[in-house]
């Protein structure tokens, strides 16, 4: 059946109204609660806990979640916040924030600076700072939450927000989903969140479909050899140069065992050995970053590096009771991969709320951020990550004049342009809900 023009164009029409509607509902309430979000934001910006220590800030932003309406659990995955708020039938959606921050010792100069000192778990103490923004996510989740249980007549559904620790560490998702996320509360039909960013201008979103960040793995290779004296080397079997080998070995792995255009990344960040200058050790130590996106290639990259280090300690010809030991840690953060489908229709969301020209693809990241974790469950559940800009107006475009560099993230300079970032991320998310749960 033909559907008459005038009643199609009569559809449409109502449908721009509406959005135009929700929209600046949702503006409204921002403005009346922004004061009061910065408050929050600078009260998380200036108390930053380490993974697996955020006992106070998930205290607060429970606290938070349970005013705007939400039933609230806590320590889930040690200090995992879970707030679940129904309206009727529909689908569940799931929006996740970070809690922790980094030993970094702030250098903004920003009149609510972290000051605040931890204890790392070697029991040494450190400066703690939200050098990656977990600060801005928090109260993003806060604000959102605020807002849609203030706006339950437009949608339907079941909304699960969560505050998830340890994210720097790579453990938080893993150590939620094994407490039960996904089995004692609602299961979610899909998980999105949001990532400030220091390479988009404040007021603009960012978004990557498909593989987004990678695989990271850590590498600990300890390499050994006979130690002696430094003036008679050939009395000993060196593992300094065995060392330097290996670390000259692994860098064909990605140049020379993968297809060319294979994203990867071996990286030896440090490398540790001996005490004086004329003595040859017995040991030396090598850590090592490893990035990849799938699967069968990170298998490769790790497969490849196990079989180096052996290969080059044969042809120092060490016997079998000092071949190097390769310990990959278990901190393993998967690739993180948007569902292309759901990316496409929070862009779509994000262009008509935002204007096209303040929503730009980026390239896939050789960054980690186990978000990925709750799409790699089985079955499987569709997840969105995507970016709010962080960086001011006038310091994005200096910058891509040719001026001073942008500052990065987990930088003791890091500090996003509040307002524009914040409203942006409360308006881009609590649209991005309203499209997933609407009526």
């Known amino acids: 059946m033909r559907i008459p023009v005038f009643l199609a164009l009569s559809v449409v029409i109502a449908s721009v109204a509406l959005a135009q509607s ?19 934001y600078q009260h998380f910006h200036a108390n930053p806990e380490l993974s697996f220590q955020e006992a106070k800030t998930a205290a607060r932003l429970a606290e938070e979640l349970k005013q705007a309406g939400f039933e609230v659990n806590t320590g889930v995955g040690k200090h995992g916040v879970v707030a679940v708020l129904k309206n009727g039938a529909g689908p569940t959606v ?3 924030s970070d809690l922790d921050g980094l030993p970094v010792k ?4 920003l009149p609510y600076a972290s000051t605040a000192m931890a204890k790392d778990d070697a029991g040494k103490d450190v400066p703690v700072m939200h050098a990656c923004g977990h600060d801005v996510h928090m109260t993003c989740l806060v604000g959102v939450a605020r807002i849609l249980a203030k706006l339950k007549d437009q949608w339907s559904g079941t909304l699960v927000m969560i505050g998830q620790p340890a994210e720097e560490r790579g453990g938080g998702a893993r150590a939620m989903l094994k407490d039960g996320l996904f089995a004692r509360f609602p299961r979610p039909d899909y998980c999105i ?24 793995d850590s590498v600990d290779i300890t390499v050994r050899g006979v130690g002696g004296h430094g003036a008679h080397p050939y009395s000993t079997k060196d593992p300094i140069v065995l060392a330097s080998q290996i670390v000259l070995a692994l860098q064909t792995i990605v140049s020379r065992e993968l297809k060319p255009g ?8 440090s490398i540790h050995g001996g005490l004086k200058h004329n003595i040859i050790p017995d ?12 699967d069968d290639v990170r298998a490769q990259l790790l497969k490849a590096i196990e079989r180096i280090a052996r290969g080059q300690a044969v042809a120092a010809g060490l016997p079998e009771n000092l071949m190097p030991s390769v310990e990959i840690n ?9 569902d292309p489908k759901l990316t496409a229709r929070l862009v779509g969301v994000f262009e008509k709320w935002f204007g096209a020209t303040n929503v730009l ?39 891509k004049s040719g001026g001073k560099p942008l500052i990065s993230l987990h930088s003791p300079f890091w500090a996003p342009d509040p307002e524009p970032t914040l409203k942006t991320g409360v308006t881009a998310m609590t649209a991005a809900v309203l499209e997933l749960l609407k009526k």
């Open 94 to 96: 799931l929006v996740r």
């Open 262 to 269: 294979t994203p990867a990344v071996v990286t030896v960040g």
């Open 330 to 338: 278990d901190d393993f953060t998967p690739a993180t991969y948007n």
């Open 283 to 294: 040991e030396v130590k090598l850590q090592l970053t490893v990035r990849s996106y799938a």
């Open 361 to 399: 693809e980026q390239p896939p990241s050789m960054g980690g951020e186990d978000f990925a974790e709750y799409g790699r469950t089985d079955p499987k559940v569709p997840i969105c990550m995507f970016s709010i800009g962080g960086v001011k107006r006038e310091t994005y475009d200096a910058a």
């Open 106 to 109: 702030e250098q903004t100069g």
């Open 22 to 40: 929700s929209s600046e509902t949702i503006r409204s309430k921002l403005e009346t609660e922004y004061s009061n979000l910065f408050s929050l």
């Open 193 to 216: 969140a949001l990532h400030d960013s220091a390479v988009l201008a404040a007021g603009t979103i960012g978004y990557t479909p498909g593989f987004a960040m990678a695989n990271v």
